[in-house]
């Protein structure tokens, strides 16, 4: 069963702006990752943060996690038109396997 | 580094005809590979954990006698749908961890299977 639900469901921005997503899950885990999907390909892994990190920088990305809300946000600076795309949450429990939540669309017109 | 590909990319059979889908990791071991399933605009949903030189392991709900998944190597590993119908059309997507590394999946491209 999916555990992420990211909110909001699609998200439209221009060339610029900052962009945020969120994503809430259930039980406890161990890492929470972020993944970007363009429309009919694969998942590229954008970051990976751990139950005991609070955030975490990857270029323009910005990575918070915070395990009492059992929440996690993806900021995105100065959005280019080249990251539309759809945005997944997932999370490990310690099985190695990952649980996707609903994703995030996120249009950047330029 | 840490490439996985997927082939083929796209299919087209008839209902009743079997599909093998390859799942290769180019560059790196992978003694784990896992096999999705994705709707259009929805999420992934994990179909089946593949282990090197054992058998997969299958979600709650997904027929393994209509998925069967092979993992021979530590670099290939296959998904053959059997008997396809058209509501098994979908996107199929493959992932693999690498040896060393106990948290992140690398992902194919993925198979777009259109039974018809």
């Known amino acids: 069963s999916q555990q992420g639900e990211e909110d909001p469901q699609a998200l439209s921005i221009q060339e610029g702006e900052n962009a945020t997503m969120n994503c809430s899950y259930k039980?406890?885990?161990?890492?929470l990752q972020w993944y970007r999907q363009n429309s009919g390909r694969g998942l590229v892994h954008l970051i990976l943060i751990r139950s005991n990190e609070r955030e975490k920088h990857s270029g323009r990305l910005r990575v918070t996690l915070d395990t009492s809300k059992k929440s996690s946000s993806l900021l995105i600076t100065a959005s280019r038109a080249a990251d539309t795309a759809s945005y997944f949450c997932?999370?490990?429990?310690?099985?190695?396997?990952?649980?996707f939540g609903k994703g995030t669309k996120l249009s950047v017109i330029p | 580094g840490a490439v996985v590909s997927q082939h083929p990319s796209w299919v087209i059979c008839k209902s009743g005809t079997s599909v093998k889908i390859e799942c290769r990791s180019l560059?790196?071991?992978?003694?784990?590979m896992f096999w999705y399933r994705q709707f259009p605009k929805q999420s992934l949903m994990l179909m089946a954990t593949s282990n090197e030189g054992s058998k997969a392991t299958y979600e709650q709900g997904v027929e393994k006698d209509k998925f069967l998944i092979n993992h021979a190597s530590l670099t290939l590993s296959t998904l053959t749908v059997t008997s396809a119908h058209p509501e098994d059309s979908s996107f199929y997507i493959c992932?693999?961890?690498?040896?060393?590394?106990?948290?992140?999946?690398?992902f194919g491209p993925g198979t777009r299977l259109t039974v018809l």
């Open positions: 560059d790196f071991q992978a003694t784990t």
């Open positions: 992932s693999a961890r690498a040896h060393l590394s106990t948290d992140t999946q690398y």
């Open positions: 039980t406890s885990i161990n890492n």
């Open positions: 997932a999370t490990s429990a310690g099985s190695y396997q990952l649980t």
